[in-house]
């Protein structure tokens, strides 16, 4: 719940992307944010296989909810909002929509990637060279460039997470986060924002050739300690309603781009360009508000069903063809058998695992909504955020960056 929170918190500040305080807001976020989300996601994508049970819930909970939600947005966007979108659907995946098909190929490749940890330091190889392509398509520079974080939550054990929860973890996780909030305010001296949304090629940065590659370096291993830093500092017991609500991740996910958007039309830029301060305040506050309301019961009963529309009909159908136990006769006495269980679901679980616990052992998928295994997943991951206009200082388009961020 805390990191897609996150995501809709650093969507919305592309709203007040010319308040004082937002770029170092946003920076602070987007250096560990995203790069938390894909490792909550390749820690709970550990049991996919290839088979038939996987494969269909990957088609259930990201493929379909993609090819509904990516039209959906772009055309609102467009026809609503007035924003000058373009690009083709599906193959330019825009705005927030980029995570559901990059888990998506991740999750396409996890057998292959679990075989053995040196697929670890070759996905930072992989990672490295990925800066050299700028398409759009499919956001293969995200793709790659994320790459390593998903592969360490495939290979790491939860007695290697279970150090976070040590005393001297936790005590350095606060100078490491204020050291990270620091090199935020400088982010484009020593590196570029546009590197936090890792799908810019080098070509499209200022920065030299020859120390590219050390930068995107340096920005991953900022990326790993304040991801860490992070969750040792979620507690890991259940917060009661706050923990529940992690399961409303995809809910979130998919439906808080609409409202921000929603905001946007209605003027609420110009408003933060008279008050600033009290503009970003209410913005960020506006944004911790609408994840909560999006993943109230009342709200998620009612939206949940859009987001695995497959999963949801076939629920529903299984429901109505449960057979009944028959009633017994006064004269026939007590049945001698059990009645009959109803068939479940197949639908997998959410896409994104709920921030505000360690990620666990995840043997049997989980669901985005709380999506365990799948996520997008975080969407953890399963977290993930970017925002919903320009990000700040940067080169890429509106439909990159803090617009495309999980």
Known sequence: MVLVTLVVVGHAIGLVEATAGSHWVYDFIYMWHIPAFVFISGYLSKSFEWDRRRMKNLVYTLLVPYLIFEPALFYYRRTVVGEDVT?????EPHWTMWYLIVLLMWRLITPILKLHWLFLPLSVVVSLIGGLWDTEALMFPRFLGLLPFFVLGLHLKPRHLAHLDDVWVRVAAIPTLVGIGIMALW???WAETALLWYDTGYNELPIDNEIAFQTRLTVMMVGLLGAFAAMSLVPRRSLGWFTVMGGATM?????HGFVIKTVKALGWPDFTAA???LGLVLTVLGAVGLALLLASPPVRRVLEPFTNPLGWLEARRASHTTPQAATPSPAAGPTAGPTTAAPTSDAPPSAAPSPARAPRDASAPSHPGAPGA???EPLETAGGGAGPATPPATTSSDDRGPA???
Do not use: A, K, Q
């Open 404 to 406: 495309s961020t999980p």
């Open 374 to 376: 799948t996520g997008p």
């Open 87 to 91: 690009g083709p659907l599906w193959i």
């Open 187 to 189: 982010t484009d001296t």
């Open 275 to 277: 008050y600033p301060t």
């Open 251 to 255: 809910v979130i996910y998919l439906f």
